[in-house]
């Protein structure tokens, strides 16, 4: 009993250490290499609606993204690039969505209304391209993608063991 | 962090205290809080005949074909194999105590009863025969309807209501979203005594205000208004214009059922069961009934009231692409009319809108969710037809497409609100954390939960773990509004203010309980506005009675603190307030009467 109590909690230990301990409203953001002093952050704001829920007609919920940077280079640092742009990307990576300029400080950008997406920030060649292109610096996941698979947790399945 | 390691370290030690020693729970019963009477013995169900044995399982989760699961699971999900063979403690309870349904009169539709100031009529809680899915039930209805009858009622009239309780539990009926006379307002324990089966109560209803309002019991909701103890008011104002025109009206109630092959799953008998996150039907209906039909012509303008009575399903209409456009709230219509591409209606909240169909053909009353499945860490697109609006070829007369496309501002709501404007950036006057408290849960429910709540959704549409949700009771789990200033807990907040007073009330749905949920909050009695949510302020105010509170937001709400007396604060989810989500607001009388 003490075994089993023991893997109980260290199963619980895990997950509370390794789950976002953030709302369900926050993206923390990452730097990659080509700007490793850019910090940020992203907020989810369900989009304005008369139900306080904002959803679409199928279901999907829709958040405005606030964006929050600091330390992102001038563009030009990077190449022949102008502006930085947010992208909300589908978690095959199939589907590129742009929600809008990005610059140090708050951005308040676009709508998504995806279940699971990334949240991509790259240097663009200007602030109107309609597709993505250039070195992305900061990138974060949708508190969605934390949805566990628990099929493979052999606590469910064959119980724990000492 | 630490809180969170903490407290899950507590529950799992509780868990196996209370599973090491048997799988059945001791089922010693907390004493019930107001309004929330313990079902009357007359109702008796076999709490054996719902135990799944263990060898009903071939294989770790899944089901054989002889032996059906207790509980419906969704598609391609299975029980979990530390759930099998449990039930939830407490006894179970069906209205009827054994009765065959054909003794019982067959249910009749809903009646519209047009009443007018100095009317009185009666209302009568009986059980009824209700055929769903091609089995009869004995289940509950006013006058012998389901919906109960459509009281039609002019503004600021005043009626008289003698509710007759003819069922066998306690019952009450709560006139929600009415600011009527705290005498009447239909609350055991807070503002009269439950209303003993074979008795009855007289209620004077004022309707101060026009809208789409309902009512229902307000003992055991989760079994009695889940059982079809349901019905609506519309108040009528006296302006003609009050809201555009329209070609046709129908009022709907949407609520479920929860069924399996061919039993209705059993209520808890104690206390209510399902208690994690309500009781989740999967039969979806519309007044009662399993698919709605409304025949309109081409053009068609048609105001909807709709009302949502289910226990604990939040829904997303659509009119299959119609266009909508929302007109109104609980306690009054918007600012400004909005377009919408649907509806969401959670809990207790109803809504007002118009749809234009502009073309014939044959548009979908549809219910559209993400759902999550808990197994495959996805979600899933989740889409129930509730009805069918068939539009002929005949052309609308008269054509209102023009007053549809315009979106009206409500100049009188805007000045009405705007006296309250000044207090929109006040501090609260009460700050209320929304969470939950598990104790003697079985094992493999606070593993799962540890786990599962890795991510949490502002809004769970759809029950996910209907095993795990079914094996929680009242007995189990205690639903919180903690008063942040006090540390006191539901009814044990001392919550005075002075009738007249704007009173800011901050609700933060706390996200690392352990169970984290949507709320509808319900105000009794008082009118709201929905002031901030996150911080953002609104955009297009409307005054509310029940304000849905997603997981991990702050939602700042203003009361009218207008009507004195002692109004209840509570989730609306049937389940959660069994489980004890509720608290008083006591509005003193700026002078004495």
């Given amino acids: ?162 | 962090m630490n809180r969170r390691i903490l407290t899950t370290a507590a529950l799992l030690v509780a868990a196996v205290a209370a599973t090491s020693s048997a799988q059945q729970h001791d089922t010693t019963m907390p004493a019930m809080p107001p309004g929330m009477p313990m079902p009357g013995s007359p109702g008796k169900a076999d709490t054996a005949s719902r135990r799944a044995p263990p060898d009903s399982m071939n294989m770790p989760g899944m089901s054989s074909n002889s032996m059906p699961m207790p509980i419906p699971m969704p598609k391609g999900m299975v029980m979990m194999p530390g759930l099998v063979g449990l039930t939830p403690p407490g006894g179970t309870f069906l209205p009827g105590g054994g009765a065959d349904p054909a003794s019982v009169p067959q249910v009749r539709p809903r009646q519209i009863l047009r009443v007018k100031d100095g009317d009185t009529l009666d209302l009568s809680a009986t059980l009824v025969r209700r055929t769903v899915a091609g089995r009869p039930y004995i289940m509950y209805g006013f006058n012998g309807e389901v919906p109960g009858p459509l009281l039609r009622v002019p503004q600021n009239a005043t009626i008289t209501v003698r509710f007759h309780n003819r069922i066998d539990l306690p019952s009450s009926i709560h006139w929600h979203g009415v600011r009527l006379d705290n005498r009447y307002d239909g609350v055991p324990g807070v503002t009269q005594q439950a209303v003993a089966p074979g008795d009855s109560f007289v209620y004077r209803v004022h309707f101060p205000d026009a809208g789409v309002y309902w009512y229902h019991p307000h003992v055991r909701e989760d079994i009695e208004q889940a059982l079809g103890l349901f019905g609506n008011m519309i108040v009528d104002s006296p302006d003609s214009s009050y809201y555009s025109p329209a070609n046709q009206e129908q009022v709907l109630v949407f609520d479920d059922l929860l069924v399996n092959a061919d039993t209705l799953i059993p209520y808890g008998k104690k206390g209510p069961d399902f208690a994690l996150m309500g009781r989740v039907g999967n039969l979806l209906l519309v007044n009662g009934e399993p698919r709605y039909t409304l025949d309109a012509h081409r053009g068609d303008v048609v105001r909807f009231y709709l009302t949502n009575a289910a226990s604990s399903r939040t829904y997303n209409i659509s009119f299959g692409g119609a266009p909508i456009k929302v007109l109104a709230s609980d306690v009054s219509r918007f600012e400004h009319e909005q377009r919408v591409p649907s509806v969401v209606l959670a809990p207790a909240e109803r809504y007002i809108v118009e749809v234009r169909f502009e073309h014939p053909g044959r548009y979908p009353l549809v219910n559209a969710v993400q759902a999550i499945n808990h197994f495959r860490g996805e979600f899933e697109a989740e889409s129930d037809t509730l009805g069918m609006i068939d539009v002929d070829s005949s052309a609308a007369a008269p054509d209102y497409a023009a007053a549809f496309d315009a979106l009206r501002d409500n100049a009188a709501v805007t000045r009405d609100i705007d006296r309250y404007r000044p207090y929109f950036d006040k501090p609260p006057d009460k700050r209320l954390t929304l969470t939950m408290h598990g104790s003697g849960l079985p094992l493999a429910t606070v593993q799962f939960m540890n786990v599962d709540t890795a991510y949490y959704a502002p809004v769970e549409w759809v029950d996910g773990m209907p095993d795990m949700n079914w094996l929680s009771t009242s007995e189990q789990v205690r639903w919180i509004l903690r008063d942040d200033a006090t540390g006191k807990e539901n009814m044990d907040i001392d919550w005075h203010v002075k009738q007249g007073s704007v009173v800011k009330l901050e609700l933060y749905n706390d996200p690392k309980s352990f169970h984290p949920m949507q709320h509808p909050i319900h105000l009794h009695g008082q009118r709201m506005l929905v002031v901030a949510r996150n911080g953002v302020r609104t955009k297009n105010l409307v005054w509310k009675d029940t304000v849905l509170i997603p997981v991990g937001s702050t939602v700042d709400v203003l009361i009218d603190a207008s009507n004195p007396g002692d109004w209840m604060l509570h989730c609306h989810i049937a389940e959660h307030l069994g489980s004890g989500m509720m608290t008083v607001l006591h509005v003193d009388r700026a002078t004495p009467p």
Avoid: C
């Avoid at chain 1, 250039?134 to 606590?155: C, D, E, K, N, R």
């Fill in chain 1, 1 to 162: 009993m003490i075994g089993r109590l023991r893997a109980l909690a260290a199963l619980a230990a895990l997950v509370a250490a390794t789950g976002p301990d953030v709302g369900p409203y926050d993206i923390p953001l990452y730097a990659t290499p080509t700007a490793p002093t850019a910090k940020g952050s992203a907020r989810l704001v369900f989009h304005e609606s008369p139900f306080g829920v904002a959803v679409t007609a199928d279901g999907h919920a829709r958040y405005d993204a606030q964006i929050t940077a600091s330390g992102l280079p001038a563009p030009s640092s990077l190449g022949a690039y102008r502006a930085y742009v947010a992208w909300a990307v589908s978690s095959d990576l199939s589907r590129w969505q742009r929600l809008g300029v990005v610059t140090n400080g708050k951005s308040t950008v676009g709508t998504v209304a995806m279940n699971k997406f990334l949240l991509v920030i790259e240097a663009e060649r200007d602030s109107a391209v309609a597709t993505h292109g250039g070195p992305s610096v900061l990138h974060g996941s949708s508190p969605s993608t934390f949805l566990q698979i628990f099929q493979a947790h052999t606590a469910f399945f064959h119980g724990v063991t000492d």
